[in-house]
């Protein structure tokens, strides 16, 4: 896949010169095992930079018990509301996580047969937990299953990354109409363009 992706991104004049800068994109399927801890970690890192968001989540491990292991639906649910909000997490991501450590150990969400189902049937899945909106469920999309077709126009990074490089005044709309030039690798141009703010 990767190679197709070169060719086809390569010679896009505005993601051809990152990936000369960045080189190789990182993105990569991830296990099964870790579908739980990284969709709980994005509920943790929503409208939140990244070193706040790593650091509450690195706190919210410590504070359950897993230290430098997972996250899991036992450790969540066993941790009282007030420890995961001492962790640094609102109230609204504590019920957040709760709700989806539930749906998860009840079977009412079956993360570990997400990866069978299609872009769309997977959002559709996601959203029956409290909290978890598009963005989380793209950002699942994105990173663990490492689907490569995904353009996050809700992702506050994205949407400066396009400002930078198409001007202040680009709209969602035209946003999506420029990312339709880098079909079928949007998720590898996405990654290209976070990459693009490192040195703002």
């Known amino acids: 896949m990767w190679e197709d992706t070169i060719k086809k991104l390569s010679i896009d004049i505005h993601i051809g010169p990152l990936i000369k800068k960045y080189g190789r994109c990182t993105i990569k399927?991830?296990?099964?095992?870790r579908y739980f801890d990284d969709i709980a970690s994005s509920i943790i890192e929503q409208q939140l930079s990244g070193k706040a968001a790593d650091?509450?989540?690195?706190?919210?491990?410590?504070?359950?018990?897993?230290?430098?292991?997972?996250l899991t639906p036992d450790a969540i649910l066993a941790c009282s509301d007030e420890k995961l909000r001492a962790a640094g997490i609102s109230w609204?991501?504590?019920?957040y996580i709760k709700d989806f450590s539930?749906?998860?150990?009840?079977?009412v969400?079956?993360?570990y047969k997400l990866d069978k189902l299609t872009n769309e049937e997977i959002v559709n899945e996601l959203v029956?937990?409290?909290?978890?909106?598009?963005?989380?469920a793209e950002m699942f999309l994105m990173f663990s299953l490492a689907r490569p077709d995904v353009f996050p126009t809700d992702d506050?990074?994205?949407?400066?990354?396009?400002?930078?490089?198409?001007?202040e005044n680009i709209t969602i709309r035209e946003m999506e109409k420029k990312a339709l030039n880098w079909r079928p690798y949007r998720t590898f141009a996405s990654w290209y363009i976070?990459?693009?703010l490192e040195n703002r």
């Open 128 to 136: 029956k937990v409290k909290g978890i909106g598009k963005w989380t």
């Open 102 to 107: 539930e749906k998860v150990k009840t079977g």
């Open 156 to 167: 506050l990074g994205i949407r400066n990354g396009m400002k930078k490089i198409f001007g």
């Open 55 to 70: 650091a509450i989540y690195k706190r919210v491990k410590k504070m359950v018990g897993v230290g430098k292991g997972k």
């Open 109 to 111: 969400v079956e993360i």
């Open 194 to 196: 976070w990459r693009s």
């Open 92 to 95: 609204a991501k504590v019920k």
């Open 29 to 33: 399927k991830r296990p099964k095992n």
